[in-house]
């Protein structure tokens, strides 16, 4: 069973950075598509950026620009840098692995934007 660990949140001030990351552990990483989702108090969870096997990256309007997301196969790890963060970026995120009939989390991130 593939295990995913996030680690890299915070409290940073508006205009500031992170880079989150998340180690995958039990299963072949490469082969899976991943993607990072966020979840803020009393809202649903949302999509915030994508990843594929074939390194195709998407993510949604809101984060465009200020987002990247990226995989290092060799080490199983997917990362997201997050610059010009804004106070509405404030949510727990998580790690998402897709892959075939297995679509798995980590235990999330807790990013807080605040000044």
């Known amino acids: 069973q593939v295990q995913l660990v996030e680690s890299g949140g915070g409290l940073v001030q508006p205009g500031g950075s992170l880079r989150l990351s998340c180690s995958a552990s039990g299963g072949p990483f490469s082969l899976a598509d991943m993607a990072w989702y966020r979840q803020a108090t009393g809202k649903q969870r949302e999509l915030v950026a994508t990843i594929t096997s074939g390194r195709r990256t998407d993510y949604t309007d809101s984060v465009n620009g200020r987002f990247t997301i990226s995989r290092d196969n060799a080490k199983n790890t997917v990362s997201l840098q997050m610059n010009s963060l804004k106070p509405e970026d404030t949510a727990v995120y998580y790690c998402?692995?897709?892959?075939?009939?297995?679509?798995?989390w980590g235990q999330g991130t807790q990013v807080t934007v605040s000044s």
């Open positions: 998402n692995y897709r892959r075939g009939r297995y679509d798995l």
